[in-house]
Each structure stands twice: as structure tokens, then as C-alpha cells.
């Protein structure tokens, strides 16, 4: 290990979500001398997994489905698996379902997905088909900060496609079947699907579909946060819990302070370090809407009419592409839709350590204004009801949480915006504000790791990973890094 001179570290990272873990782990690699500070008694940020309604269901708290852990290069290279982390495939990604009783599809393969589409197969296959062969060189231009791709016509050909709105790209299916699914896939955006950009969001996901499926991780989410613990414990890294930082004077002296936080902590924190113009600049930076979440305790499966949804890790619950939109519509507007669009996982159907033998769990949230404390359980429930006749009858125990309690669990989720802040198409090339680099900060050695950077929202870890990246080329003389690839 190297000997951090006159600093108690070499690097001190603070928060320890997917991109706080990646960061201490990625520069503990390097023989840096690393702690790890963590405010909430428990590691893994919106990892985690606890008992949130009756003994013996396991809810994760936040993350729950994980594609992008899936494609994610940091993770490919973590070797994860050594520390016990494992992950389930359910045979159907996400299911759509529909007022008629009919679902629409993401299955693993592209082509079943397309043959399920009916009068749309061959659309679906000219949106996807050539994202799906050329994948794996995109998925290390699009989980990088903006800069000139490695596969550049491959990327060139995806912006084309991924730029326009997802209301834009719904028009070149001609069934509701298609352009539903499109609607829940680029609704994760939690964006209008009238804006740009919001159909690269269900390219990404769809792709990752097709190429790595959506994973489950065997126990709950925490299981990943666990193995990446390991992971660094075992290289030598240092992880104090319980602490809160409320300055950056409380911290112990380091060569380079990684921040897994978004800009209104990190100015509360290390606001006094930084240049007048920094603080204009993430003073500036935008928050979305948030989530209300719902976790059920179940007495058994949700009963949902289509048999596609009852064999999904995932099911988008809003029936049209026009319903979807309009309630997506009025959330980034203020207002409360009284039929939102709800994400909903059924982990232990596929996972049954998450629950007593014949019962379930399920996890499902809908977006709302930012800083809503409005309760959206009646609304949740009868839109799952609305697809699965006689849900309410299985429910034998429940837990919310409305945008305020998703804050004090995770004080990244500002207002409840669990993306770090909104991924426009004006803010996905500015965030955390327009630097050449997104990670370095207005000070020497001191550094953002958190989703509020590229690429953004997702437990994917790349945001940790480029930005300790950095700080090993600007603090540590560069050569001591590898490449994750």
C-alpha cells in the first residue's frame, strides 16, 4: 500500500451508493490508501434491502430490477461473483398489460419480442436490429462522459434513433401493443414523452434486454452492495458507518475527497472550497419529479389477467402510450394524475429467500411532483388492481414512503428525484454543470462520484468509476491506472 505522507488517506470517498463503492473500490485497486464514509448505519445507498412490512419479507428499499448492472463494464470487471453475488433471469423482462386483458412483451430474445408484435415485427426489428449487434461497443461510448465515441457510426446511428422524443419513435409502430411498451420503456426517463431524448431511454433498456436480460440479484439489492463491501474490504479499504458530514473540515486529510453526493449536499458540505462561478453553476442544477413507493407483504401472486405478466420480473402499469404520456405529463407539472404510471417488480417470484414459503413480496412506485407528501396508495393499488383482478385481496401487509421519507432514507434523493437530478437533453451534456470534466470540482482534489454525472441515474457504478478514474490521472500520476475494459 502506498503511504499517504503527510494526509491521514491517499483518498477519502463520502457516501456509499453503487458510484461511492466503485469510486473507493476502483482507486483501492490502485494500492491508494482509501476510507470510506457512510452517514446511514448500513452501506449500499439506494442498495438496500430490509424488512419493510412483516417478518420474514425482504423489500429492497429503493433498486430493485438491475439491467444496467448487467451491461455495466465497472461490474463486468468487479468480479462480483466471487463475493457471492448472484443474479436470476425471470423468462419475461417487463410485460405490458392492457385494459383488454392482452400484454405486450420484452422477452430476452429480440426476435420473439418482435414475432409477439404481430403487425409491428418488422418495426421492431428496424428500431432494434442494429443496436443489438453493435451493443457491446456502445455500451462503453454511452456509460462514458461526453467525448469523442469509440464506435463513432455505431453512436452515430444510436442518437439518431435516440434522440427524438418517445412520442416521436411511438409513431413508427402501428399497433397500441408497440407503442404502449415504448411508453413504459421510456417512461424510466421520468421525463415527458414529449421530450428528446426520452426514446434513447427505452433503446437502452431494450437493448439490454435483448443482449443481458434484467436481473434479479439473489437476496435483494443489498446482496450487491455486500459483495462490492467485500470487494473493497478485501483490497485493503477502510468503511466507517454512522457518519454524517456536514463540513469538509470534519474530514480527515486526504490527497483527493470523492463526493457521491449531488450538488445541493455538496454545497451544504464544501460550498466554502469552491469558486464563485462553481456555485452559480450547481446552484443551477435541476431536480425531477420523485416517487411515492409502495412494498407489499402478499398472501400469494399478484393475479394479473396476462399470463406475460405473471411470468415478469417487471411490469409497466398504465395501459395506453396517450395515458402513459398524459399522466407523465402532469407529474412534471405539478400535478397529481389520478391514474399514474406505475413500475412494479415481483422479485420473489423468481427469488423465494424473499419471502415465507407460498407468499410474496412485490415493489412498485408511481412519479409525482417533486416534494410531494400527497398519499398515492389508492391510486397505486387500483391501477394494479385494474390488471389484475383481486389484488387488493392478497395484500396482508404494506409499507410507503412519499418523496419525503425517500429523502431521509437517501438524502441524494432530493424531493424524491431518485435519478440524481433530471437527465435532459440540455442537462445530460451540462450535469453536474459545464466543465470539460463533469467530475472535477472548482478545487484541487476534491471531486463529484454521484449520479448527478455522467451517464447518470441506475446502479451501474461508471459515475464512481470516472470520476476515481480522474482523480488518479490528476492526484496520482496516472500511470498507476487500469482500464476496466
Not at 4 to 20: C, E, L, R, W
Not at 135 to 145: M, Q, T, Y
Not at 178 to 187: D, N, T, Y
Not at 402 to 414: G, P, Q, S, V
Request: proline share 7%; aromatic share 8%; charged share 15%.
Amino acid at each position: 500500500m502506498s503511504k499517504p505522507g503527510n494526509t491521514d488517506f491517499d483518498a477519502i470517498v463520502v457516501g456509499s451508493g453503487p458510484n461511492g463503492l466503485a469510486a473507493a473500490i476502483t482507486l483501492q485497486k490502485q494500492g491508494l490508501s482509501v476510507l470510506l464514509l457512510e452517514a446511514k448505519p448500513t452501506i449500499g445507498g439506494g442498495m438496500r434491502t430490509a424488512e419493510l412490512t412483516l417478518p420474514g419479507f425482504k423489500h429492497d428499499v429503493c433498486s430493485a430490477i438491475h439491467p444496467l448492472a448487467a451491461i455495466s463494464p465497472f461490474f463486468k470487471s468487479a468480479g462480483l461473483e466471487k463475493f457471492g453475488l448472484k443474479f436470476i433471469q425471470p423468462p419475461v423482462c417487463a410485460a405490458h398489460p392492457f385494459d383488454d386483458g392482452s400484454a405486450a412483451a420484452i422477452y430476452p430474445s429480440l426476435e420473439a419480442t418482435a414475432a409477439a408484435l404481430n403487425i409491428d415485427k418488422q418495426a421492431y426489428l428496424d428500431l432494434m436490429q442494429d443496436i443489438v449487434a453493435q451493443w457491446p461497443g456502445l455500451i462503453n461510448d454511452l456509460f462514458a462522459p461526453l467525448q469523442f465515441p469509440r464506435h463513432p457510426l455505431a453512436m452515430a446511428r444510436f442518437v439518431r434513433k435516440g434522440f427524438p422524443s418517445a412520442e416521436s419513435m411511438a409513431k413508427k409502430f402501428s399497433s397500441e401493443a408497440a407503442k404502449g411498451l415504448i411508453a413504459g420503456m421510456a417512461a424510466h426517463s421520468m421525463l415527458p414523452l414529449s421530450k428528446p431524448i426520452t426514446a434513447a431511454f427505452a433503446l437502452v433498456l431494450m437493448a439490454t434486454a435483448h443482449t443481458h436480460g434484467w436481473p434479479i440479484p439473489v437476496g435483494g439489492s443489498q446482496s450487491i452492495a455486500d459483495a462490492m463491501t467485500a470487494c473493497f474490504l478485501t483490497l485493503g479499504g477502510e468503511i466507517e458507518t454512522g457518519v454524517e458530514i456536514k463540513n469538509s473540515r470534519q474530514l480527515p486529510s486526504a490527497k483527493a475527497l470523492l463526493y457521491d453526493l449531488t450538488p445541493k449536499q455538496l454545497l451544504r458540505i464544501a460550498g466554502q472550497d469552491f469558486s464563485a462561478f462553481y456555485t452559480w453553476q450547481l446552484s443551477r442544477f435541476r431536480y425531477g419529479m420523485g416517487v411515492f413507493k409502495i412494498d407489499w407483504a402478499l398472501d400469494g401472486p399478484i393475479p394479473f389477467t396476462a399470463a406475460e405478466c405473471r411470468n415478469a420480473g417487471t411490469v409497466h402499469l398504465g395501459n395506453s402510450f396517450a395515458e402513459i404520456a398524459a399522466a407523465e405529463a402532469l407529474s412534471n407539472k405539478g400535478t397529481h394524475p389520478d391514474s399514474p404510471f406505475v413500475l412494479l417488480a415481483q422479485q420473489s417470484l423468481f427469488d423465494t429467500s424473499r419471502a415465507p414459503s407460498g407468499k410474496q413480496v412485490a415493489w412498485a412506485y408511481c412519479h409525482v411532483p417533486n416534494g410531494s407528501t400527497r398519499d398515492m396508495t389508492i391510486a397505486i393499488e387500483a391501477q394494479v388492481e385494474r390488471f389484475a383482478p383481486g389484488f387488493r385481496d392478497r395484500i396482508i401487509g404494506r409499507h410507503v414512503m412519499n418523496t419525503t421519507a425517500m429523502e431521509d432514507y437517501n438524502a441524494n434523493y432530493i424531493g424524491g428525484d431518485i435519478n440524481g437530478g433530471v437527465i435532459d437533453a440540455t442537462q445530460l451534456l451540462t450535469r453536474p454543470a459545464m466543465r470539460f470534466s463533469p467530475y472535477r470540482t472548482s478545487a484541487k482534489g476534491i471531486y463529484i462520484c454521484s449520479s448527478a454525472t455522467p451517464p447518470g441515474g441506475g446502479v451501474h457504478g461508471m459515475c464512481g468509476y470516472h470520476a476515481a478514474k480522474t482523480a488518479l490521472r490528476d492526484v496520482f500520476g496516472g500511470e498507476r491506472l487500469t482500464a476496466y475494459h
